[in-house]
C-alpha cells in the first residue's frame, strides 16, 4: 500500500527559530493535507494543498505541494512555544475509498 | 466550521469488559466516519470505515468481532471493544470526511484497560 515517509521524527528548537519538516512519498496524490496534534487531543487540519506547485500559508506556517506530486514541506517561522505538538503529514487519492495516507508524524519541542 | 465530538474523553475499565466509544458530527452529517488507534508517540493507524447503514469495512489485521462498529445515523458512530484486554489500551479517535480529502477529527477517547 502507499507509505509516506515523514521527517524528521523530532526536532527540538529554541523559541524564535524556523521549522522545516517534509513527507516523500513513492505514490503521487491528489491532495497533501498537514495536521497538528496537541497532547491528548485529535489531530486538527493546519494546511491542505490541492495543486501540483501550490504553496499556501497559514500565517506563520507555509507548506507546499511538490511538483512531482509525491512529496510536501511545512515551514513554520518564528516558532512559539504553542507550537509544541505531533505535526502529521497525510496523502489523499480520491479511488482510495476516502482514505488518507498519513506518515508517523514529527514531533517539535520548542525551548522558551 | 465541522465538529466532531467523542464521548467519552477517557475510560478506564476492567479486563473482559466491553466498552463503547461514541462519535458524533454536531453540525453536518457524516455517512463515513473513520476510527483510528494510536499508541504512544506513534502515528494513527486505521481501523476501519463506518458506513451509515450498512457494514464497516475493516483493515486488515483488525478483528471485526473485537472491534463492533455501528453507523445507525448520519451523525453518530459507535465503536464497541469487546471483551478488553490490558492491550487495548489506546487513544481512540474517529473522524468524518470533508472536502477533498480533508477530515475532522475528534478529540480522542483514552480506553485503559486494567
Known amino acids: 500500500g502507499q507509505q509516506l515517509n515523514q521527517s524528521p521524527q523530532s526536532m527540538f528548537i529554541q523559541e524564535g527559530e524556523d521549522v522545516s519538516m517534509n513527507c516523500t512519498s513513492s505514490s503521487i496524490f491528489n491532495t497533501w493535507l498537514w495536521y497538528k496534534q496537541d497532547p491528548g487531543e485529535g489531530p486538527v487540519l493546519l494546511i491542505a494543498?490541492?495543486?501540483?506547485?501550490e504553496l499556501t500559508s497559514n500565517g506563520r506556517l507555509t507548506a507546499q505541494f511538490g511538483i512531482t506530486r509525491k512529496d510536501s514541506f511545512l515551514n513554520i517561522s518564528a516558532s512559539i512555544p504553542s507550537d509544541v505538538g505531533i505535526y502529521f503529514c497525510a496523502g489523499f487519492y480520491n479511488t482510495n475509498a476516502g482514505k488518507s495516507t498519513f506518515g508517523d508524524g514529527t514531533t517539535l519541542t520548542v525551548k522558551p | 466550521g465541522a465538529v466532531v465530538s467523542q464521548h467519552p474523553s477517557w475510560v478506564i475499565c476492567k479486563s473482559g469488559t466491553s466498552v463503547k466509544i461514541e462519535c458524533r458530527s454536531l453540525?453536518?452529517?457524516?455517512?463515513?466516519m473513520f476510527w483510528y488507534r494510536q499508541f504512544p508517540k506513534q502515528s494513527l493507524m486505521l481501523m476501519a470505515t463506518?458506513?451509515?447503514?450498512?457494514?464497516?469495512?475493516?483493515e486488515q489485521g483488525v478483528e471485526k468481532d473485537k472491534f463492533l462498529i455501528n453507523h445507525a445515523s448520519l451523525t453518530l458512530s459507535t465503536l464497541t471493544v469487546t471483551s478488553a484486554h490490558p492491550e487495548d489500551s489506546s487513544f481512540y479517535i474517529c473522524s468524518a470526511p470533508g472536502a477533498q480529502g480533508t477530515q475532522y477529527f475528534g478529540p480522542g477517547t483514552r480506553l485503559t484497560v486494567l
Open positions: 463506518s458506513n451509515e447503514g450498512s457494514k464497516a469495512t475493516y
Open positions: 453540525d453536518f452529517q457524516a455517512t463515513t
Open positions: 494543498l490541492y495543486k501540483a506547485g
